[in-house]
């Protein structure tokens, strides 16, 4: 892979770095490609699943953090009833799981587990998979994804470009055959 970067620069992904990761992938505690079910991922399942990720993004917008308003929720009346205060709970949970909203890389990444994209294992080597990369671009072996995303001057071409990253390492160093166990 020739050297990547975004208008920012502050994210560079070069072979040097994905052979880093791979390096750091092979020191995990437990098999990078055997997720929480026991069984093995393909990197062709885990890429797709970053791709939908980025998608994702692109379709709802990207926000770096998520944060409740302050207040949003507002006051319950006093003598309220039991029914009223449940409605008001129930529409503020709707109102904050509109899926028409910007999303965090993080959020983008949880929500394809539940489509034809992805499940929780693909999910979790995808997000362990972003690590790697991060750990290997910045030199710092505890740094996250999540961590690193939400950084105040990390920008959605920067979330992209790692998503892209991603997909490339586990299509390049992801097993090409699924295993059980």
């Known amino acids: 892979?020739?050297?990547?970067?975004?208008?920012?620069?502050?994210?560079l992904i070069t072979a040097e770095v994905m052979e880093q990761a791979a390096a750091l992938a092979a020191d995990l505690y437990r098999p990078l490609w055997t997720?929480?079910?026991?069984?093995?991922?393909?990197g062709e399942t885990v890429a797709r699943h970053l791709e939908a990720a980025a998608d994702l993004l692109d379709e709802t917008g990207w926000i770096r953090t998520w944060a409740v308003e302050a207040g949003h929720l507002g006051p319950v009346e006093d003598g309220a009833s039991?029914?009223?205060?449940?409605r008001q709970l129930i529409?503020?949970?709707?109102?904050?799981?509109?899926?028409?909203?910007?999303?965090?890389?993080?959020?983008?990444?949880?929500?394809?587990?539940?489509?034809?994209?992805?499940?929780?294992?693909?999910?979790?080597?995808a997000q362990e998979v972003l690590s790697l990369l991060v750990q290997a671009a910045t030199g710092h072996p505890a740094?996250?994804?999540?961590?690193?995303?939400?950084?105040?001057?990390?920008?959605?071409?920067?979330?992209?470009?790692?998503?892209?990253?991603g997909a490339l390492?586990?299509?390049?160093?992801?097993?090409k055959n699924p295993t059980v166990g």
Do not use: C, N
């Open 1 to 11: 892979m020739t050297a990547t970067a975004t208008t920012s620069s502050s994210v």
């Open 35 to 42: 997720g929480s079910s026991g069984e093995q991922s393909t």
């Open 82 to 86: 039991t029914e009223a205060m449940l």
């Open 91 to 125: 529409d503020y949970i709707r109102e904050e799981d509109d899926r028409g909203k910007p999303l965090t890389a993080v959020t983008a990444v949880d929500r394809v587990a539940g489509t034809e994209h992805g499940d929780g294992d693909t999910r979790d080597i």
């Open 143 to 165: 740094a996250r994804f999540g961590a690193w995303a939400e950084r105040q001057h990390r920008t959605h071409a920067e979330i992209s470009l790692m998503f892209t990253a």
């Open 169 to 175: 390492f586990a299509r390049t160093h992801g097993p």
